[in-house]
């Protein structure tokens, strides 16, 4: 089992990235939220990896961090929610809002993630939920570094504007949350959050 990896980046390609550790390149998939996070080709990058095993062949699925892997565990475990589900929901949401959002039984949120519907998503909640509060506290009140599982209040309009021009929910939140204070109008914080995201 691999579980591990850590080497030089070779590429980036949609949601792959190929990483050579001692000679041997690894295609690992992975969520779409870490992308931004990826360092330049060439540069050292350490993967927490699930290696996943079916009928056609084999697969790995990779996060920039462990509890990024155990909230996927988690995720796979729920019947309907296989790894391609759980690693798009991580990918559509970022693992800080997909943890929130069970921990707060916030289904809405959950189901705006690509292939969840209602139902899955009120499935996601009733067998996680306990688990990802278990987990919260044993972390210090935390997922993951940042990650407070009580579910941030978040500009609904803005929100939506940023993700009509093509942002990805993760980096929308989180230019949402730093423009929450300003007042104005949507346009105003829209321009605001623009700026962020440009930095």
């Known amino acids: ?52 095993f079916r009928e056609d062949g084999q697969s790995l699925v990779g996060f920039l961090s462990s509890d990024e ?27 800080n809002t997909t943890a929130s959002a069970i921990a707060s039984e916030d289904g809405r949120t959950l189901a705006k993630a690509t292939g969840v519907g209602p139902r899955l998503a009120e499935r996601i909640i009733l067998e996680l939920k306990d688990k990802v509060r278990q987990h919260a506290i044993g972390r210090g009140d935390t997922w993951a570094p940042g990650l407070a599982v009580t579910t941030q209040t978040v500009d609904d309009e803005l929100l939506d504007a940023l993700l009509s021009l093509g942002y990805r929910r993760p980096e929308a939140e989180v230019a949402c949350s730093q423009v929450a204070e300003l007042e104005g109008t949507v346009e105003e914080r829209l321009k605001a959050a623009l700026r962020v995201l440009a930095r």
Request: glycine share 12%; aromatic share 2%; hydrophobic share 40%.
């Open 69 to 95: 892997r155990d909230l996927f565990d988690l995720l796979t475990e729920v019947k309907g929610c296989g790894p391609k589900v759980s690693l798009q929901i991580i990918s559509d949401l970022g693992a």
């Open 1 to 52: 089992m691999i579980v591990r990896l850590r080497g030089s980046l070779v590429s980036v390609t949609l949601n792959r990235v190929v990483i050579e550790c001692s000679g041997v390149g690894y295609e690992v998939a992975i969520p779409a939220s870490a992308l931004g996070q990826l360092p330049g080709e060439g540069h050292t990058l350490s993967l927490h990896t699930r290696q996943i």
